[in-house]
């Protein structure tokens, strides 16, 4: 969802623009959440175009994780794609493409003589470091415990525990298939990035305006806050609940659409939360994949405690409306896995985070998020955590930092008031899009 979401509104915000849309969607999806929001987005969206790309699934076992071969498959499936484009009526003048099959639709931009542009779903910062990846990898020292810290000239080093640990193994699915794409990453005309200024400008500054890693990067083009789309679905209960709740008062707790998790990490936020003594909406998984996700909320919570929390909290099993409930006055504070569309939506409102990352690209995410002053992150929380669990009385501690500190919540809601500048009528990111359809135009 982290990837289809930001097309989605991407597609949504060329419609608005008056442009045609084509929304080419990989078949079969992994997940229901999928299936569901591209069916809604048509419905909603008649005049888009669909093509439903039957990808070629590679041979796999139970170990494999679903959503990382799907990123393999769809890569390498993709040359296929010219024959159906190439009588396209009228005809395409670009193609907008996930940064995860860049290495494969140069090919079919080139003989369709049209020029494509890649959207990254991550941060400038962890996309420097996709391009920075192939010289990461080839040298094996660099993972030494003697590197403490990965140093990419021009950029502020990072910690080395920040990169997701797959990248450490050259032979992991998920660091093959990054690596073919991050050496095409130059071959687009530019890098739509949903990101802000006001959380990445250095990083931004340092490649477009320094020449950092020029020579595996085209310009980045910042068009962060994407505009939210609206589906008409019914309005879920927890929204009622919501409605019902002082201003800024509720701590929203969610952890993306891919973690579950453990039953005993479940106990200690839940321990947690009922000690902060705060309101809560907190949505709960408990598989990877949704399709396979069947077991009860009061399962996995007990009855005691959703008992003992009903007039304090709510806690949803399954998907609900992410964005909405961020821009619901309610809601005071954000418990995030930091995926970076959340890191967005959150910022969109000024809606402080504490950011406890699960993987991938999550540790940067949340560093960005504590330099930025959107939140508050401690580095033990995390995949290279001392611990595997967090535990109830540092959790209850985080979110009454997080509901009581004045000075924190005024920061965040600065970054609110950056969010909503950049993506107004004449704003950095409205200016960035006008000139990239302004030149596809000529
Ligand atoms: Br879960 C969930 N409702 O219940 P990220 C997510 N979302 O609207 P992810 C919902 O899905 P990775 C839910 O608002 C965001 O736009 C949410 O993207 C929406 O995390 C998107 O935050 C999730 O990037 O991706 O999907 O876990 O793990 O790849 O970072």
């Known amino acids: 969802m982290g990837h289809l979401t930001p097309f989605l509104r991407i597609a949504s915000m060329l419609?608005?623009?008056?442009?045609?849309?084509?929304?080419?969607?990989?078949?079969?999806?992994?997940?229901?959440?999928?299936?569901?929001?591209?069916?809604?987005?048509?419905?909603e969206h008649p005049q888009v175009k669909h093509v439903g790309f039957q990808i070629i699934q590679l041979p796999h076992s139970k170990q494999d994780d679903p959503f990382y071969l799907q990123f393999e498959s769809t890569r390498r499936s993709v040359h296929l794609l010219h024959p159906l484009l190439s009588s396209s009526s009228p005809p395409l003048?670009?193609?907008?493409?996930?940064?995860?099959?860049?290495?494969?639709?140069?090919?079919?931009?080139t003989k369709l003589g049209i020029p494509h542009y890649l959207i990254s779903t991550t941060s400038v910062k962890f996309l420097c470091l996709l391009a920075y990846l192939p010289e990461l990898i080839s040298d094996p020292a660099k993972?030494?415990?003697?590197?403490?810290?990965?140093?990419?000239?021009?950029?502020?080093p990072f910690p080395i525990s920040s990169i997701p640990p797959p990248f450490k193994d050259p032979n992991h699915l998920f660091t093959k298939t990054l690596l073919q794409n991050s050496r095409a990453l130059s071959k687009a005309k530019g890098i739509f990035m949903n990101s802000l200024q006001c959380l990445e400008a250095e990083t931004l500054e340092a490649v477009n305006n320094g020449g950092v890693l020029s020579h595996s990067l085209p310009p980045l083009l910042p068009i962060g806050p994407l505009e939210l789309y609206e589906i008409k679905t019914e309005k879920g209960q927890?929204?009622?609940?919501?409605?019902?709740?002082?201003?800024?008062s509720v701590v929203y707790?969610?952890?993306?659409?891919?973690?579950?998790?453990?039953r005993e990490q479940i106990r200690e936020i839940s321990k947690g939360l009922?000690?902060?003594?705060?309101?809560?909406?907190?949505v709960l998984k408990s598989s990877k994949v949704d399709t396979e996700d069947k077991i009860q909320l009061k399962d996995l919570l007990g009855d005691s405690f959703l008992e003992r929390t009903k007039n304090k909290g709510t806690a949803v099993k399954g998907w609900v409306s992410q964005p909405e409930?961020?821009?619901?006055?309610?809601?005071?504070?954000?418990?995030?896995?930091?995926?970076?569309?959340?890191?967005?939506?959150?910022?969109?409102?000024?809606?402080?985070?504490?950011?406890?990352p699960q993987h991938g690209d999550q540790r940067l995410n949340a560093e960005i998020v504590q330099r930025g002053e959107l939140g508050i992150w401690d580095r033990k929380w995390g995949w290279d955590g001392d611990k595997e669990l967090v535990c109830g009385e540092e959790i209850e501690k985080k979110i009454r930092e997080v509901m009581g500190d004045e000075k924190l919540r005024k920061m965040a809601k600065?970054?609110?008031?950056?969010?909503r500048k950049a993506a107004e009528t004449g704003g950095s990111s409205e200016k960035v899009l006008s000139e990239v359809l302004e030149f596809l135009q000529k």
């Open 15 to 43: 419609l608005r623009r008056n442009c045609a849309v084509t929304l080419i969607t990989a078949t079969p999806t992994v997940s229901a959440a999928e299936s569901s929001h591209i069916s809604s987005f048509l419905h």
């Open 274 to 282: 009922e000690r902060s003594g705060h309101r809560f909406l907190w």
């Open 93 to 109: 003048s670009a193609i907008f493409a996930d940064f995860f099959v860049a290495s494969s639709i140069t090919s079919v931009s």
């Open 143 to 156: 993972f030494d415990h003697s590197f403490t810290e990965v140093e990419i000239s021009g950029l502020t």
């Open 414 to 419: 600065k970054v609110g008031e950056e969010a």
């Open 238 to 248: 927890y929204m009622t609940w919501l409605d019902r709740q002082p201003a800024e």
């Open 253 to 262: 707790v969610s952890f993306g659409s891919r973690t579950a998790m453990s």
């Open 325 to 356: 409930i961020l821009e619901h006055p309610s809601v005071g504070a954000f418990v995030s896995h930091c995926g970076w569309n959340s890191v967005i939506e959150a910022a969109r409102r000024g809606v402080p985070v504490v950011a406890w």
